[in-house]
Protein backbone atom coordinates (compact mmCIF):
# COMPACT_ATOMS: atom_id res chain seq x y z
CA UNK A 1 0.00 0.00 0.00
CA UNK A 2 1.49 3.58 -0.57
CA UNK A 3 0.56 7.04 1.03
CA UNK A 4 -0.38 9.98 -0.36
CA UNK A 5 -0.54 13.52 1.37
CA UNK A 6 -3.13 16.07 0.60
CA UNK A 7 -2.36 19.66 -0.18
CA UNK A 8 -3.37 20.68 3.53
CA UNK A 9 -1.86 17.63 5.17
CA UNK A 10 1.76 18.51 3.38
CA UNK A 11 1.59 22.05 4.46
CA UNK A 12 1.30 20.68 7.62
CA UNK A 13 4.20 18.01 7.26
CA UNK A 14 6.32 21.16 5.88
CA UNK A 15 5.50 23.36 9.07
CA UNK A 16 6.77 20.41 11.12
CA UNK A 17 10.76 20.39 12.54
CA UNK A 18 12.81 18.00 10.84
CA UNK A 19 12.83 15.75 13.90
CA UNK A 20 8.51 15.61 13.91
CA UNK A 21 8.99 15.10 9.84
CA UNK A 22 11.51 12.47 9.96
CA UNK A 23 9.82 10.35 12.45
CA UNK A 24 6.25 10.87 10.67
CA UNK A 25 7.87 9.61 7.08
CA UNK A 26 9.76 6.62 9.04
CA UNK A 27 6.49 5.65 10.79
CA UNK A 28 4.24 6.45 7.74
CA UNK A 29 6.35 4.36 5.47
CA UNK A 30 6.18 1.51 8.08
CA UNK A 31 2.32 1.03 8.24
CA UNK A 32 2.38 1.20 4.39
CA UNK A 33 4.56 -1.57 4.09
CA UNK A 34 1.79 -3.54 6.62
CA UNK A 35 -0.26 -6.16 5.07
CA UNK A 36 -3.39 -4.50 7.28
CA UNK A 37 -2.30 -0.94 8.64
CA UNK A 38 -5.37 0.01 9.90
CA UNK A 39 -4.50 -2.60 12.85
CA UNK A 40 -2.35 -0.10 13.62
CA UNK A 41 -5.03 2.91 13.20
CA UNK A 42 -7.91 3.83 14.91
CA UNK A 43 -11.05 4.91 13.74
CA UNK A 44 -12.74 8.41 13.83
CA UNK A 45 -16.21 8.55 15.23
CA UNK A 46 -18.68 8.93 13.15
CA UNK A 47 -16.70 8.99 10.19
CA UNK A 48 -14.66 7.17 7.52
CA UNK A 49 -11.14 8.37 8.56
CA UNK A 50 -8.68 6.71 10.55
CA UNK A 51 -6.10 8.01 12.77
CA UNK A 52 -2.39 6.54 13.56
CA UNK A 53 -0.33 7.99 16.38
CA UNK A 54 3.58 9.34 15.85
CA UNK A 55 4.40 10.81 19.60
CA UNK A 56 2.56 14.33 20.43
CA UNK A 57 0.73 14.18 16.84
CA UNK A 58 -1.92 12.14 14.98
CA UNK A 59 -1.76 11.53 10.87
CA UNK A 60 -5.69 11.72 9.90
CA UNK A 61 -6.16 9.33 7.04
CA UNK A 62 -8.63 7.84 4.78
CA UNK A 63 -7.98 4.42 2.84
CA UNK A 64 -9.40 4.54 -0.53
CA UNK A 65 -8.29 1.80 -3.34
CA UNK A 66 -5.58 0.58 -1.49
CA UNK A 67 -4.03 4.07 -0.98
CA UNK A 68 -3.80 5.60 2.61
CA UNK A 69 -4.56 9.72 1.74
CA UNK A 70 -3.22 11.50 4.11
CA UNK A 71 -6.12 13.98 5.28
CA UNK A 72 -4.26 15.37 7.98
CA UNK A 73 -1.03 16.00 10.54
CA UNK A 74 -2.26 18.01 13.96
CA UNK A 75 -1.00 17.76 17.24
CA UNK A 76 -2.96 15.71 19.50
CA UNK A 77 -4.34 18.50 21.41
CA UNK A 78 -5.47 19.96 18.22
CA UNK A 79 -6.63 16.74 16.22
CA UNK A 80 -10.02 16.67 17.95
CA UNK A 81 -11.67 19.89 17.57
Known amino acids: M ?7 AEEQFDRLTSLHRRRISTKMRFFAAQPDPLKFAEPLIDS ?24 AIKRRDEAYR
Open 48 to 71: HEYRFRVGDYRVIFEVLHDVIWVI
Open 2 to 8: KFIFTPT
